[in-house]
């Protein structure tokens, strides 16, 4: 296999985010890139669409796997499935590319990757009554960005599961031993109101702050300020942490199923 690579000099995924946090990349894009708002046009296919182009893979998909925590391994397979999930124990989630905003270089940017679903709705789900608080209730489009740090909500949605989970703000922080006192986050994917609900343990990143020497439960939920007021959803690491993950290029499809604790 041939493959051209573009060099990233700085790598900042988002505003106020270290790029030494982030040490590689491996494109997984469905669609070529287009970048016409820079002094030049990247050129270079992603892997993943060049193993397509060259006919490499058994089958044109993606099975992602990420570890939720820094000691826990992930997985990636190229061109097949994982062995231990049947593909009919997952939700498919047809891929829904009707919005067309070309006037928003943001949106244009995210929108490259390809991989772009319907939510119908979200909601926390309190554990100790099991009622359940309605977070979004407008049926959007949401990009799915495994390289996208956060999930990006429009503000009042993740205003509203701040206060579900009793955290401030995005990089806010609760102890981790609070986790099973806290509410499951659901979300409704159409066009057949499929869902998948993740736990606490999935939506809030575990990480160990080195200078406090202490583990820290942080959130991931982010307002994406005007964005999201446009409507702009991106599920990116930390939705896709608590989950196996098949991105098919063939059935123009997403599946997903809960990964156990």
């Known amino acids: ?41 990247f050129s270079a296919q992603s892997p993943f669409q060049n193993m397509m182009k060259q006919s490499l893979l058994d089958k044109n998909i993606v099975s992602l796997k990420y570890g939720r925590t820094d000691e826990e391994i992930g997985e990636l397979v190229l061109g097949g499935l994982f062995k231990n999930i049947p593909r009919e124990d997952m939700i498919e989630v047809p891929l829904n590319h009707s919005r067309s ?48 740090p956060w999930i990006g909500l429009p503000n009042k949605v993740a205003e509203k599961i701040h206060k579900a989970i009793g955290i401030r703000h995005v990089f806010d922080w609760i102890e981790c031993d609070t986790r099973a006192h806290l509410p499951d986050w659901t979300i409704t994917f159409g066009p057949d109101g499929q869902t998948i609900t993740l736990t606490p343990w999935d939506y809030l990143i575990e990480t160990y702050d080195k200078v406090y020497k202490q583990l820290k439960c942080v959130s991931g939920f982010w307002g994406l300020q005007e964005y999201g007021d446009k409507g702009f959803i991106i599920l990116g690491a930390p939705f896709l942490n608590g989950l196996h993950s098949v991105f098919d290029a063939d059935r123009k499809s997403i599946s997903f199923a809960n990964r156990p604790l």
């Open 101 to 148: 905003d070309n006037s928003d270089h943001i949106w244009r940017y995210y929108t490259m990757n390809g991989w772009q679903v319907s939510v119908q709705s979200m909601s926390m789900t309190l554990n100790s009554s099991n009622g359940s608080i309605p977070v979004l209730k407008m049926p959007q489009i949401a990009v799915v960005a495994s390289s996208f």
């Open 1 to 41: 296999m041939w493959q051209f690579f573009e060099e990233a000099t700085i790598w900042h995924p988002d505003v106020g985010t270290r790029n030494d946090l982030f040490d590689t990349a491996l494109g997984l894009a469905l669609f070529p890139t287009r970048n016409g708002d820079g002094p030049k046009d």
